[in-house]
């Protein structure tokens, strides 16, 4: 055998035994990998066959083993190669050698490779081996290779009960092979077709062999050995069975047979395991397997005492493996019998049901010691969502038993779920790994979650439960139960109706001492502060009813915002509170904002927690009907903010003055640090203090949006601009000349650019006037002024000139066009700063949309643009995107493209100015999207890409000799594509526009 240059085979069998056996010696990762190498190449060479022959009559099992595993490889790459005469004499070799591997002192590992040599065997060439499993038991009867020829068809029933131990084991270690390797092909592919269906017929066979594997009456040397290996055999053919069971019924019939004895093999220790797994998997994934009788006996078994003694190990606190299974065992029947199990009123049926409710009340808090809770809870789930479901599908009534029964049972196991997620103490709960302290949180939103859907049965009184549970808890000064209350009823607030239905119950939890209790921060544990804060959160529309409750809701929350444990819940439920029930709140708008003054000047908070508050009072703001006292508020919450920004300002101009005594300064130094390893400068501190502070500013824009969209004005007679008070364009200068200074302060600073935007967009969505809804042409000069060589984050700066152009549609006709026509000329000039369309995509994208936009609502704009030279180039850019490879710069230009082939204005001058456009750039664009459709473009891109090609058809009469000469044409990307198939494919387009326009017209007039 001859190898590559520098790889050479070994030279005689020695050598590959050598190699063989150093393969599996220790050694240098490089040294076996060289070793993997040659032998794979040895497997491949012609020689192959006769040295895996070669390798199989040694009496090493690692060579065996090696050998046996040459001819699978062999098999799996050259099998079309051999002949049928060929095929007949391997699989008698192969038997010969599985049968002697019994007998010669071979190890298991030899005889299972055998096994899979045998099966590779059978799938490569089904046609030789029909019957497979009784010709393999009758050759290991006879201890030899029997020819398929000579052994009887029917002979499994009588010869599988004279094999012995080592025989019945290598044939099911076969049997389960078979199925397994088999399975793992397509049954729908022609080359695997035969196996499968060859394999469905051996089920009579299998289930003659795995029954004499079971049977207890085996006088071999291991019986219960045997039964495992059954077992196990048996799993793998029921899981397949339930792939085909849907279009053939031959495997289940002899298959089902075997459950009884699998269900009698549970109470025995040494097959408990194999069999629990194989009950419990077919339960959850197959449960069609089972019969009346099979779920009888398994209920049966339930009540026998040795179930329960394995219950009361799991309830007490026994969470091993096998302790656990025997819990999913009962679940995964529950599961399979839920719609009978919830309709059964029989002693039985209740007796199994109140054990499942038992297992929500195993010892030990769950998931970081109770293992079975999850999966018992996920079970209660489905037979609550199974009641809801039949109930109203069947229009079942409350006095139905069945409903009392569940209902009465479902509120029980509601009882156990408190009762299981109150939080351990906070030692036993951080001893846990962070895997296990995920789970339980994750566990108590499952148990919301399943509270949410039984609040959905009727008479199912959840508030009023949790109500009186957490009263008894705060009497009792239980802090855990009393913090799995407060987090139940917060789980219930979605489910309770704005109507003030459950007022009176919610009375008197926000009547009692609760307030008072959890402002008491040194006595209380933090998580429970942190529910009881997210309960006045979640409740909020109480409070917007009940304006009485909201100092003390609001003192307290307030309070809270000190503990940097509770100043993001905190804060998140003032902002909640103060957005709901903002028009009560506005005679305290000074209060709000003397209190923020004091914790904003205190640098003690988290930036995004102080961000919630200032949005919070900004909504209160809002509400406050006098439009002076409201812009004296607003400009008082303003200043706090501008203090820290004239202080960033003096740092920048005078960085000698960064002083680590200024408190403001201290803070951000901090944060700066823990970003970085490098001294934080002044500059950099003074930047982001700016952006912070926009933030600020972007919160307090965020919380004056009206809460409701005005009402439409149809005649035009409301006169609102002149009532806006003469105070607010005075504002709106401060605030924006900030903005400039603050760019021209830090004009590199690209989060700050984003930021200046954001504040901007702000106002785009309001249809009245307001501190932060800036005239237009004051947002259009700002844009405008913005340039690429000293602009970061230009592209997004586009983008919200995008957004401008939407928002121009509540502007008069008249007043969009002026704007736009300062916004145009200056978007597409920053176009031809680029030295190639795909040098900025952002930019090139947001550019184009913007265009699109100005396209569909003023296309007058677009098409006296000046100067003219501008159109011309970016019309040329648009093409040139479309042929590009950027996906979202050329989805922009499609969708551009789409509108400009649409546009149809009665202004005959702007109409004429658009066809004499697409004279000129058709062929350009029709050349383009079928180059595109011809292979350019990526899969994902054609469904945008066809919407142009569409319109183009459609709308244009040179369309089709456009199209023809593109397709045509010595650049079209596909050169296997004959002109027949392209005037074919042209054909296919032209009549899909017509079926489209047909479309379109019989909508039209419908």
Known sequence: MQGEQGLPLPSSLEEVEALILALYEPGPPETISRIQEVLHRVQKSPEGWQLAQSLLVNSNDTIKFFGALTIIVKLNTESSTLSETDANELLQNLIEWFVRSLRDGSGALVTKKLCSALVTCFIQFPKIWPSCIAHL???????????????????????????????????????????????????????????????????????????????????????????????????????????????????????????PPVIRCLIIDELYEASIELLTDTLSNYSAFFTSEGFDMLINLF??????????????????????????????????????????????????LAALKGLLGAAGYAVGEDKIFVPALEFWATFVETMVDTMFSEEAKDSDAWVQHSLGLVMQVVGCCYKKIQFPPAATFSGWD???????????????????????????????????????????????????????????????SDGGEYDELLHKVFSSGLFDLLGQSEKLPVRLRQTGLSLIERFSDYFERHGEFLPGALNLLFGAVGDSMLAGPSAKSICTL?????????????????????????????????????????????????????????????RIVRMDLDRCLQLKEQPERFEMSDPLVARYYAEAQSQSQEVASADRIAGQIAVQSLRYILSMAKGLQAVTEAPVDLDGSSKAASSVSESLPHLQSEMMQMLVQLQAAFPDNGELIESICHVLRAGFSETEPGPFVFPANIISQYLTSQNCSTTPRIGYVVSTACAFTSSLASSSHEEAAKQLTKILPWAIDLLQ??????????????????????????????????????????????????????????????????????????????????????????????????????????????????????????????????????????????????????????????????????????????
Request: glycine fraction near 4%.
């Open 137 to 259: 038991v009758h050759c290991l009867y006879t201890q030899r290779s029997v020819p398929v020829t000579e052994a009887r068809d029917d002979d499994a029933d009588s010869t599988v009960g004279l094999l012995d131990f080592v025989a019945l084991r290598a044939a099911l270690w076969f049997a389960a092979t078979l199925v397994e390797e088999t399975s793992k092909t397509d049954m729908n592919a022609a080359k695997y077709s035969q196996a499968h269906n060859q394999l469905i017929t051996e089920g009579r066979d299998v289930a003659c062999l795995i029954s004499r594997g079971m049977d207890p009456g085996f006088a071999g040397t291991d019986c219960t050995g045997i039964q495992e290996e059954a077992i196990k055999c048996l799993q793998p053919w029921v899981m397949y069975n339930q792939r085909i069971s849907s279009s053939t019924d031959e495997l289940t019939i002899p298959l089902r047979t075997l459950l």
């Open 303 to 352: 009540e026998t005492s040795w179930s329960d003694n394995r219950y009361q190990q799991l309830v007490r606190g026994d969470f091993d493996f096998e302790s656990v299974q025997f819990g999913m065992l009962m679940i995964a029947f529950a599961d399979a019998k839920v719609v009978e199990l919830q309709k059964s009123t029989d002693h039985r049926s209740q007796r199994f």
């Open 434 to 496: 962070s895997s296990e302290r995920a789970g339980f949180v994750e566990a108590r939103k499952d148990v919301a979650d399943l509270l949410q859907t039984v609040c959905t049965i009727p008479n199912a009184s959840l508030v009023s439960l949790f109500v009186d549970l957490l009263l008894q808890a705060l009497s009792a000064q239980a802090w855990a139960e009393l913090e799995a209350a407060a987090f139940c009823l917060s789980a219930l607030s979605d489910c309770i």
């Open 578 to 638: 103060c957005s709901s029930c903002r028009s009560h709140l506005t005679g305290e708008a000074a209060t709000f904002i003397s209190s923020y003054e004091n914790i904003h000047s205190s640098r003690s908070i988290d930036p995004v927690a102080e961000e919630k508050i200032v949005m919070a009072i900004a909504s209160v703001i809002q509400a406050i009907s006098d439009e002076e006292t409201r812009l004296q508020a607003l400009r008082h919450l303003y």
């Open 833 to 1006: 700063s680029l030295p190639e369309p795909e040098a900025d995509t952002e930019l090139s994208q947001n550019v184009i949309e913007l265009v699109n936009r100005v396209a569909q609502r003023q296309p007058g704009v677009m098409m006296r643009l000046q100067p003219s030279s501008l159109l011309e180039f970016f019309f040329i850019f648009a093409l040139k995107v479309l042929d590009g490879r950027e996906t979202l710069p050329k989805s922009a230009a499609a969708e551009f493209w789409t509108t400009f082939l649409t546009i149809r204005t009665t202004d005959e001058s702007i109409q004429q100015a658009v066809d004499s456009v697409m004279t000129h750039l058709g062929p350009s664009l029709a050349m383009s999207l079928m180059h595109n459709i011809g292979g350019n473009a990526a899969r994902s891109e054609l469904d945008r890409l066809s919407e142009p090609l569409k319109k183009l058809a459609a709308q244009h009469v040179n369309a089709k000799t456009w199209l023809e000469a593109a397709l045509a044409d010595m650049s079209f990307p596909s050169s296997k594509v004959s002109p027949k198939e392209k005037t074919l494919f042209l054909k296919k387009i032209l009549r899909r526009v017509v079926l489209y326009l047909a479309l379109q017209n019989s909508s039209h007039y419908s």
